[in-house]
């Protein structure tokens, strides 16, 4: 109970204040049997609403793919956001606020939330940042598979926005309202959740969310809230859902590969950035906003954002339903390998894990591909089951589940 409480950021101070960053449960890991509950509850309800699912099958595994690899780098290392945050706390902190008070528990709530809006905001507004942040838009369905689609890059510029709450606020109650904030967001991706009344005015909802996921010229940088809305009203960016939202960017990468969903945009910075004439010209398409160019305003021409017909068809390449199945179970292997790698971590050399995240990372980018019905993905994906048999072989790779050892060799 207290664990989905938490996806809802409804655990009250007196359940979730502690005193030291090690007492603080890993809300996010322990949330993943919840996340895929709710999966499977919105596939249920969208059936039953209009006989339809909410998602397909490529664009799901492209999105938890994304999800896995923006994990990756907290296998090896600890968060960035508490390292530097309590490197700040440690060295510069002006006072120490209480941790066990109820008051410093909501002025954290307030201040993660505003901290989040500030560098979302940024994020959108400065073209090398939105090269990160562009990944959590790149799905053109949206559903909560969408909410996992994340960035691998981004969390090494967040971490900044948090640093003045280091000066008073104690490390414990921070990591805390980071987890929160982060699980809140969750759930409000979503089509089955309508409109939740006066909330509406206050938090951040499916409804005002799926203004933020638009590209429909309207739903443009809107609605950069995590949990709450109240920030959006006060600096001006809300905007209530009006006409149907066409999900994903106004020019959509039109790709499954989650490598190149996450170095696609950077390559085409660096293309614009040599081919832009003059030295500021260069600055501005690092540090202005992604539809810039000379000339222009800093985040570009509104009347430049294509205009939404309603026919509008996703990115769906033809392939063999074979096909799809294959990479569906393959998929729920490398989830299988992912979560015993996150189990087994303290005990695994080095280089085993290293030898895992390779592995990880290999198999995502040839599903990516196979989905994409592409010439080379084949070849790939050969590779890609050699190399599986050898390492497991090896002993390198072991299942959570001992009976599927002979099957993953089939």
């Given at each position: 109970g207290q664990q989905l409480r938490a996806l809802f950021y409804a655990l009250p101070p007196a359940e979730s204040s502690f005193r030291t960053v090690e007492e603080v449960p890993d809300y996010v890991d322990k949330s993943i049997p919840f996340f895929i509950t709710f999966i499977g509850l919105e596939f249920a309800v969208s059936w039953i609403q209009k006989r339809k699912l909410p998602g397909r099958i490529n664009d799901g595994i492209s999105s938890l793919s994304l999800g896995i690899l923006s994990r990756l780098p907290d296998v090896l290392f600890r968060s960035i956001d508490l390292i530097s945050y309590i490197h700040v706390w440690n060295n510069y902190r002006l006072f120490e606020l209480p941790w066990n008070s109820p008051w410093t528990w909501y002025l954290t709530l307030l201040g993660v939330d505003f901290a989040y809006y500030c560098f979302h905001r940024i994020s959108h507004e400065v073209n090398i940042l939105w090269a990160a942040h562009q990944v959590h838009h790149s799905s053109e369905d949206y559903n909560l598979f969408t909410a996992l689609r994340q960035s691998v890059l981004q969390k090494y510029t967040s971490w900044m926005f948090n640093l003045p709450m280091a000066l008073f606020i104690p490390p414990s109650v921070f990591a805390v309202h980071l987890q929160f904030n982060l699980l809140y967001q969750f759930w409000i991706h979503t089509e089955?959740?309508?409109?939740?009344?006066?909330?509406?005015?206050?938090?951040?909802?499916?409804?005002?969310?799926?203004?933020?996921?638009?590209?429909n010229p309207y739903c443009i940088d809107k609605n950069y809230g995590g949990t709450l809305i109240i920030w959006d009203r006060i600096f001006g960016t809300f905007e209530a859902e009006d006409a149907k939202v066409v999900y994903g960017l106004t020019h959509p990468v039109n790709s499954f590969d989650p490598i190149m969903l996450q170095l696609r945009p950077l390559a085409h910075i660096w293309n614009t950035f040599w081919a832009t004439p003059g030295f500021c010209n260069k600055l501005s398409v690092i540090f202005k906003g992604p539809g810039w160019g000379p000339g222009k305003p800093r985040l570009g021409l509104p009347e430049e954002i294509p205009v939404i017909t309603g026919k509008e068809v996703p990115f769906n390449p033809p392939v063999p339903a074979y096909c799809n199945c294959y990479a569906l179970v393959h998929f729920a292997i490398i989830v299988d390998l992912y979560t015993e790698l996150l189990a087994s971590i303290s005990v695994l050399s080095q280089g085993t894990v290293l030898l895992r995240i390779g592995f990880i990372i290999l198999s995502l980018a040839s599903f990516g591909l196979l989905m994409e019905n592409k010439s080379k993905a084949g070849i790939l994906e050969i590779i890609r089951c050699l190399v599986f048999i050898g390492v497991y072989k090896l002993g390198y790779f072991r299942s959570q589940f001992s009976i599927l050892g002979y099957a993953y060799e089939v």
């Amino acid at each position: 109970g207290q664990q989905l409480r938490a996806l809802f950021y409804a655990l009250p101070p007196a359940e979730s204040s502690f005193r030291t960053v090690e007492e603080v449960p890993d809300y996010v890991d322990k949330s993943i049997p919840f996340f895929i509950t709710f999966i499977g509850l919105e596939f249920a309800v969208s059936w039953i609403q209009k006989r339809k699912l909410p998602g397909r099958i490529n664009d799901g595994i492209s999105s938890l793919s994304l999800g896995i690899l923006s994990r990756l780098p907290d296998v090896l290392f600890r968060s960035i956001d508490l390292i530097s945050y309590i490197h700040v706390w440690n060295n510069y902190r002006l006072f120490e606020l209480p941790w066990n008070s109820p008051w410093t528990w909501y002025l954290t709530l307030l201040g993660v939330d505003f901290a989040y809006y500030c560098f979302h905001r940024i994020s959108h507004e400065v073209n090398i940042l939105w090269a990160a942040h562009q990944v959590h838009h790149s799905s053109e369905d949206y559903n909560l598979f969408t909410a996992l689609r994340q960035s691998v890059l981004q969390k090494y510029t967040s971490w900044m926005f948090n640093l003045p709450m280091a000066l008073f606020i104690p490390p414990s109650v921070f990591a805390v309202h980071l987890q929160f904030n982060l699980l809140y967001q969750f759930w409000i991706h979503t089509e089955v959740i309508t409109k939740l009344g006066p909330l509406e005015w206050i938090l951040n909802t499916p409804s005002h969310h799926r203004v933020h996921h638009g590209r429909n010229p309207y739903c443009i940088d809107k609605n950069y809230g995590g949990t709450l809305i109240i920030w959006d009203r006060i600096f001006g960016t809300f905007e209530a859902e009006d006409a149907k939202v066409v999900y994903g960017l106004t020019h959509p990468v039109n790709s499954f590969d989650p490598i190149m969903l996450q170095l696609r945009p950077l390559a085409h910075i660096w293309n614009t950035f040599w081919a832009t004439p003059g030295f500021c010209n260069k600055l501005s398409v690092i540090f202005k906003g992604p539809g810039w160019g000379p000339g222009k305003p800093r985040l570009g021409l509104p009347e430049e954002i294509p205009v939404i017909t309603g026919k509008e068809v996703p990115f769906n390449p033809p392939v063999p339903a074979y096909c799809n199945c294959y990479a569906l179970v393959h998929f729920a292997i490398i989830v299988d390998l992912y979560t015993e790698l996150l189990a087994s971590i303290s005990v695994l050399s080095q280089g085993t894990v290293l030898l895992r995240i390779g592995f990880i990372i290999l198999s995502l980018a040839s599903f990516g591909l196979l989905m994409e019905n592409k010439s080379k993905a084949g070849i790939l994906e050969i590779i890609r089951c050699l190399v599986f048999i050898g390492v497991y072989k090896l002993g390198y790779f072991r299942s959570q589940f001992s009976i599927l050892g002979y099957a993953y060799e089939v």
